[in-house]
């Protein structure tokens, strides 16, 4: 069984700061895929980024980049230069190769950016 | 338009009544799945499926009932609802080439049963 685990329910960020949001995850399957994805106030899920477990390089995608600590077994999101309209609630999900693609996610992550 | 479309999009009922959620899709992915979310659970997988034929429960479909209608058409039922069952509910879709390919989300069900 896969499990996430964001600890991190609430983070605050002043405005063009970074902010780092944590996920770790337990599989025991050695192929696997994490992803981030963005949940607004509207309701919507926005996919973000997205790492590979046999990724030689992390992954970044404009202001977005996954800080992936394979032995550690953390995925963190990394968000630089924050804007108002990154506040948000953050999940964290994976998927392993047996499983049929199903994402298991974390609890979430609510942002805050500061003005 | 949207690749992924729920319907409704917002939807208050009555302890006992029988509740259809609808999802369609125009982006020709075989693979599609109901989830649901409550506060500080993340979502939950309820069923998915990977082609017309073929129909998997998942974490939490007990109260629940899908149905595939066609590649672009998965339906989630409640037979008789219970207030419990007041939740966000996503659609979403994938496709089958590989682990790198995100799943993609209609914009969710907001399901309140009084």
Redesign the interface.
């Known amino acids: 069984a896969q499990k996430?685990t964001q600890t991190q329910?609430g983070m605050f960020v002043q405005e063009k700061e970074a902010v780092t949001l944590d996920c770790t995850y337990d599989t025991s399957d050695p192929?696997?895929?994490l992803?981030w994805?963005k949940q607004p106030s509207?309701?919507?899920?926005i996919?973000l980024i997205?790492q590979?477990s046999y990724d030689q390089q992390n992954a970044t995608e404009g202001r977005y980049s996954l800080n992936f600590q394979k032995a550690r077994k953390s995925a963190n999101l990394v968000i630089s230069a924050s804007q108002l309209g990154d506040s948000a609630m953050y999940?964290c999900?994976m998927?392993a190769?047996g499983s049929?693609?199903?994402?298991t996610?974390?609890?979430?992550t609510q942002l805050t950016v500061l003005p | 338009d949207a690749d992924v479309t729920q319907t409704p999009r917002n939807r208050i009922t009555k302890t006992g009544k029988r509740i259809m959620l609808e999802c369609s899709q125009t982006k020709g992915h075989d693979r599609m799945y109901w989830y649901r979310q409550d506060p500080g659970l993340g979502l939950r997988l309820i069923y998915y499926s990977f082609d017309v034929k073929d129909i998997n429960k998942g974490e939490i479909s007990d109260g629940y009932s899908v149905s595939r209608q066609a590649q672009a058409k998965f339906s989630l039922s409640l037979e008789s609802a219970i207030p419990n069952q007041t939740a966000l509910y996503f659609c979403a879709t994938s496709d089958t080439t590989g682990l790198n390919q995100p799943q993609h989300f209609g914009d969710g069900t907001r399901l309140s049963i009084l």
């Open positions: 996430i329910p192929s696997y895929g992803f994805y509207s309701g919507e899920m996919f997205y590979g999940f999900a998927e190769s049929a693609r199903q994402l996610f974390g609890s979430g």
